[in-house]
């Protein structure tokens, strides 16, 4: 059974920092692509960031480049988003996903073949 199990979220005032783990089962680990995506309430779900299978090209989205790094262990099968300096508007319920193909270097939502069952991160002002 192919499984994507998220940890690490929770509250934090604005300005601080919090890091999300997603450990993966039951697929080949390091021929996938891993992404993270998140969905605020009342908002589409959005990519967050996404790492090619070796790990070699990382890709961000825009609001949440320079302050937000996404690492990944193959040994481990862990993808791990480090995510500092958060805002409000980064309050929503993150999903860790694979996939086995993202030529854009983005994984999108219809190329994911897994899905997490997500994590909420909360940022007050």
């Known amino acids: 059974q192919s499984e994507l199990v998220e940890s690490g979220g929770g509250s934090v005032q604005a300005g601080g920092s919090l890091r999300l783990s997603c450990e993966g089962s039951?697929?080949?680990?390091?021929?996938?692509?891993l992404a993270w995506f998140r969905q605020a309430p009342g908002k589409e779900r959005e990519g967050v960031a996404t790492?090619?299978?070796?790990?070699?090209?990382?890709s961000y989205a825009d609001s949440v480049a320079g302050r937000f790094t996404l690492s990944r262990d193959n040994i481990k099968r862990t993808l791990t988003l480090l995510m500092n300096t958060l805002r409000p508007e980064d309050t929503a319920m993150y999903y860790c996903?694979?996939?086995?193909?993202?030529?854009?270097?983005?994984?999108?939502?219809?190329?994911?073949?897994?899905w997490g069952q997500g994590t909420q991160v909360t940022v007050s002002s």
């Open positions: 996903a694979a996939g086995p193909y993202c030529p854009t270097g983005r994984l999108t939502q219809n190329e994911a073949r897994y």
């Open positions: 039951g697929f080949s680990y390091d021929g996938y692509c």
């Open positions: 790492s090619s299978p070796l790990g070699g090209l990382m």
